[in-house]
């Protein structure tokens, strides 16, 4: 744990929800640093700490609530020792429910939306002041990343980056259009810039965020070619990557998380060409998919069918054919019969997942889908709910066996779970440990699968003279399967 130096405050912050939470409490972070905040791993004794919450699923917004439960009374203890707790409610139940949390816990200093963060100083003093909460859920007009400072702390090995923020496009189910707002794209300078600082910092991988990063369009940098598509995008995705690939030190590249709308127009043939010309660019793709009957995916607004689905998965791997996928599925969405549920199971059996999270389906307030009709009874939601994962981790085991006794590159990050083992991650994210020295971290080695663990791939760093062959072929390749048992 840190122990702040004498005159620093601590600062306590708790992530739930998505990769772009995790983002932004390291920018809330570092937006507070100035004012002598620090980091520390525990929520005792904390001079101030932000909750940064998620709202995606019932679930994930209680949690909120028990947490601030247990607080309080650490808030309270705090001040009998005459010193402040500045407790901070942020992220997307911030923004959705607001005066919720101000009614139900007085005690709370402040509440601010996803879009607010940069005004986290200037709130801190605020509420320093004020008596009531000091609350920010406005979507402000400056955009947050034009105003927050640039990234201070070092992300490690792996490092997150995100380049597009909110949502268009209203899936019937979902409170992120509300939560975040409309969809914005950060300018390539800034990106690039960013991801340079990353690099010097020591990342040698960088996952691109947004909530629909593959609609990322954003200004070209100034002077360079703007490739203008027929839509009048300055840069797409694809070129925003290839750009990204050439910078010194870099290398892997992901993005995430994607929608299969935005693999569907002209212009978004550069984003599936790209996977086949960028090596750095890994082989592994989240592609959230939600149901596979076409009339659920029109009750969720989706905008695209199955086929549309099956058909982007196909040239995702033609461009490159080592490609494995990764979804998302909703059990029980408003509507679902029977069928639908077996056409979602069909296109799981035809596409093939090396992994993939699945939800029952959660009303939220204020989404169309809450307060339609034929909600569906909690027991079958429950069924189809485990039928589906049995079918991806039968999926997912089936990748993993696939991947025993063949060769590929290995990113190390640090020390394994048990001593004298280093860990890193596959070009499939899959968690992987060796025998070797921590000092591995940073490198990127080929090495051999040699056994396959529920959750984690074993696996041997290859001599320098050692072949390669056979390289990992597409996944869940059956022949590969047979000469790997
Ligand atoms: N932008 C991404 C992911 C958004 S949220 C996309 O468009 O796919 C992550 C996942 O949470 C979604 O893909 C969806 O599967 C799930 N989810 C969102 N709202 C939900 C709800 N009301 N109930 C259950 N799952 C939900
Ligand atoms: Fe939510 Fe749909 Fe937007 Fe994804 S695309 S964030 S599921 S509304
Ligand atoms: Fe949750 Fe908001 Fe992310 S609702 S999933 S934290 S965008």
Redesign the pocket.
């Known amino acids: 744990m840190t122990t702040p130096a004498p005159g620093r405050r601590r600062l306590f912050v708790k992530t739930w929800g ?1 990769q772009m939470n995790v983002y932004d409490s390291g920018r809330m972070a570092d937006v507070l640093a100035p004012l002598g905040y620090v980091p520390v791993e525990t929520p005792e004794g904390a001079d101030m700490v932000i909750l940064n919450t998620c709202h ?3 679930k994930a917004s209680e949690k909120l609530f028990s947490e601030l439960g247990r607080l309080r009374a650490l808030k309270q203890a705090k001040e009998q020792g005459g010193e402040r707790m500045v407790l901070a409610v942020a992220g997307c139940v911030a923004q959705a429910e607001g005066s919720e949390i101000t009614a139900r816990a007085p005690y709370v200093d402040i509440v601010l939306g996803p879009q607010s963060y940069h005004r986290l100083p200037e709130m801190v003093a605020r509420a320093s002041r004020a008596a009531g909460a000091v609350i920010e859920t406005d979507f402000p007009a400056e955009q947050k990343f034009d105003h927050l400072p640039e990234a201070a702390a070092p992300q490690g090995t792996i490092a997150f980056l995100t380049i597009q923020e909110g ?1 268009d ?1 209203f ?1 019937s ?4 259009p509300y939560t975040r707002g409309a969809e914005y794209s950060r300018p390539a300078a800034a990106v690039l810039a960013e991801a340079r600082r990353l690099v010097a910092q020591g990342a040698r991988e960088i996952a691109l965020l947004g ?2 990063v593959n609609a990322w369009h954003g200004v070209a940098p100034p002077g360079a070619p703007t490739f203008e598509s027929p839509d009048g995008r300055a840069w797409g995705l694809g070129r925003l990557l290839r750009e990204m690939a050439g910078i010194e030190g870099l290398a892997r590249l992901r993005y995430t ?3 299969p709308r935005d693999f569907m127009s002209p212009g978004d043939d550069d984003l599936i060409a790209a996977h086949g010309e960028i090596p750095a660019l890994m082989p592994f793709l989240h592609l ?1 998919v ?1 149901s596979g009957s076409d009339r659920m995916l029109r009750a969720m607004n989706r905008g695209h069918t199955a086929a549309d689905y099956l058909r982007i998965a196909d040239r995702l791997r033609a461009a490159r054919p080592d490609l494995a996928l990764s979804s ?3 059990a029980g ?1 408003p509507g679902e019969t029977e069928a639908d549920h077996q056409a979602t199971l069909d296109l799981i059996r035809q596409i093939g997942f090396a992994q993939a ?8 307030p204020g ?1 169309p ?2 307060g339609a009709p034929l909600q569906v009874a909690e027991s079958d939601k429950d069924r189809r709910l485990q039928e589906i994962q049995a079918l991806l981790r039968d999926q997912q085991d089936a990748f993993n066996r696939s991947r025993l006794g063949l060769s590929c590159d290995v990113l190390f990050t640090g020390p394994g779970r048990h001593p004298g083992q280093v860990a890193g991650r596959s070009p499939w994210l899959q968690p992987v440990h060796a025998e070797g020295p921590a000092s591995l971290a940073g490198q990127v080695l080929p090495c051999r699968v040699t056994a396959i663990h529920p959750n984690s791939l074993s696996v041997r760093v290859l001599a320098r003279d050692e072949p390669v062959a056979p390289p990992a072929g597409p996944p869940g390749d059956p022949q590969q399967e047979k000469e790997a048992a």
Request: glycine fraction near 0%.
């Open positions: 998505c995606i699923r019932e949502c496009k899936c189910f979902c409170v992120v909530q629909n998380t994607s929608h959230p939600q998302d599925f909703i969405h999270f699945s939800f029952k389906y959660s009303a939220r989404t889908a809450a």
